[in-house]
């Protein structure tokens, strides 16, 4: 009876997973996704503050930067909250969207206000730790 | 030009460079510890460790905008 019981509990748990789209490893993924996102942010504000205080790029420019992070970091605290809420990892896929887009943005202003501090840039994009295919393409 | 003003240029130039470098090594590092300590401890990235590195990107976001503000100020003292 008790092994009929757990046979029960264990197909509705899974029933229930199913149903409801919570999947651990997806979930796993989309946090990574998120994380990953979210250091290039910090790396790329970090970059700017240097340039902007070494006088290579202006006050106007490092604004327009700063915008363009912030809306790439809003969305991945708002897919975050949205992801921690629902359990549902898909809704990591716009907020990389928009982060992804905002961050490619921001790149091209920093190579466009400072063409030859970022051309490290092109080495840098060879930075990359997420080498898993279960990992969301975030960049 | 003058030697000093090239001296520093270079100066400065030399400071954005090893800046690029470290931003991305420090940025990069802190992920890779995040993963490393995720699998020792043999659980998933969770909700707590995405904000801790949000809050990270936000706070280098504000000193970013700490340095624009400084800027901006240098630049109204030197008008």
């Given amino acids: ?139 | 030009m003058e030697a000093a003003a090239i001296a520093n240029v270079l100066s400065g130039l030399l400071i954005v460079i090893r800046g690029l470098s470290s931003a991305f090594g420090v940025t990069g590092r802190k992920l890779v510890e995040l993963l490393d300590k995720a699998a020792a401890e043999n659980r998933d990235v969770g909700a707590d460790d995405v904000q801790a590195l949000i809050d990270d990107a936000a706070t280098a976001l504000d000193g970013l905008d700490a340095a624009i503000e400084a800027a901006e100020a240098e630049g109204e003292f030197r008008e």
């Fill in chain 1, 1 to 139: 009876m008790r092994i009929v019981f757990a046979l029960i509990t264990a197909l509705f748990a899974s029933s229930c997973a199913t149903i409801f789209g919570v999947d651990p490893a997806r979930l796993d993924s989309a946090n990574k996704s998120l994380a990953a996102a979210t250091v290039r942010i910090e790396a790329l504000a970090l970059i700017s503050t240097d340039l902007v205080s070494a006088g290579v790029i202006t006050p106007s420019q490092g604004r327009a930067i700063s915008t363009n992070l912030r809306t790439a970091l809003d969305a991945v605290q708002q897919a975050k909250d949205a992801i921690a809420a629902s359990g549902d990892p898909t809704q990591a896929d716009t907020a990389l969207e928009i982060a992804e887009r905002s961050i490619d943005i921001t790149l091209r202003l920093l190579q466009s206000f400072a063409p030859k501090q970022t051309a490290l840039f092109e080495r840098e994009k060879s930075w990359k730790p997420l080498q898993s295919q279960t990992y969301f393409p975030a960049f």
